[in-house]
């Protein structure tokens, strides 16, 4: 009986979401959006997180030349680079092969550089320290003995990065998740109208049910599936997107310089099955929602 009474429930909810295409189909092109752009944003902090960890696990210096150094100067500066304990030398980028990174950074804009009467960008030695524990690198330390020799003119290194990251990252957190309930709150709402659009257009028929006997819960079921089964289609469709858009960006790993190579990962299991969850229960709740209005004593 129970079985009959829940098929019977099934077909009356996907039987009131064909007859109402169109309204389902904003509601559920709404909870697509939405969850497509929370879980960007989660995708982007669950990477950004990764890279985080991955650079903390090694020191990466870029030790900037000054532009009148000379080959004699570069080479007195490479012996003392090979000096230091633990550092590999990672690569030389001459001025001329910084400038041609920079214009395929820029893609379609690098036209933009050519208002340069000469190239800015300086020749850099790029270093990694590996084999040794980085927190006990007195990193300020090595920056101020390497800028000291003569032809060096700056020199960089990742956990200066990574204290401004993180900072940044927990800002980029809070405003995420502030615009992520501000979507939640959306995705309540168009689905809540749906369905009590779904409600007014059957009330003549729920009334029939009601002079024959027919319970509230008998009633409310099928429009509690509709919100879930709207929430779950939304949010199956976003993730097959967002997992679509993340297999064109991983083809390629990622370089920086002064970083180690960047993999963009995927989400979690507990991220994609978090995100399908709270779009059931967004649909769910702007059912509940709609049917308690409707449902109210005197209504």
């Known amino acids: ?10 077909k009356r909810a996907v039987s009131n979401i064909l007859e109402q295409r169109l309204i389902h189909l904003i509601s559920m092109g709404t909870i697509t959006i939405s969850v497509l752009l929370f879980g960007a944003f989660l995708l982007f902090i669950v990477n950004l997180n990764a890279w985080l960890l991955e650079w903390g696990q090694s020191l990466s210096m870029s030790v900037y030349l000054e532009d009148d150094i000379g080959e004699k100067g570069r080479l007195q500066v490479l012996e003392a680079l090979k000096g230091l304990p633990n550092a590999e030398i990672r690569g030389y980028i001459s001025k001329e092969e910084a400038m041609e990174n ?17 190239n ?3 020749a850099s030695f790029e270093l990694v320290f590996k084999d040794t524990d980085v927190k ?3 990193a300020e330390r090595i920056k101020e003995d390497l800028e000291s020799i003569t032809g060096v003119e700056e020199v960089q290194y990742s956990e200066q990065w990574i204290d401004r990251f993180e900072g940044i990252l927990s800002l980029i957190k809070a405003g995420g998740f502030i615009v992520g309930g501000l979507l939640c709150l959306a995705v309540l709402f168009i689905t809540t109208n ?6 007014y257009a059957r009330r003549d028929e729920i009334e029939i049910y009601k002079l024959v006997g027919a319970t509230d819960g008998f009633v409310k079921v099928p429009f509690l599936l509709e919100g879930s ?7 199956l469709i976003a993730l097959g997107v967002l997992y679509l858009v993340y297999s064109l960006i991983s083809l390629e790993p990622l370089y920086a310089s002064a970083f180690p190579v960047l993999h963009v ?6 991220a994609w099955l978090g ?4 779009s059931v229960l967004l649909g769910l709740a702007g059912g509940l929602v709609a049917i308690g209005r409707f449902f109210q004593p005197g209504a």
């Not at 009986?1 to 099934?10: P, V």
């Open 1 to 10: 009986m129970a079985l009959r009474l829940w098929t019977y429930f099934f």
């Open 102 to 118: 920079l214009r395929e950074a820029f893609g379609a804009q690098a036209v933009l550089l050519d208002g340069f009467e000469r």
């Open 120 to 122: 800015p960008l300086p």
């Open 136 to 138: 006990s690198l007195r």
């Open 194 to 199: 749906t369905i009590k659009l779904t409600i």
């Open 229 to 235: 089964f709207q929430g779950l289609i939304g949010g």
């Open 265 to 270: 990962i995927f989400l979690p299991v507990w």
């Open 275 to 278: 995100l399908a969850g709270l």
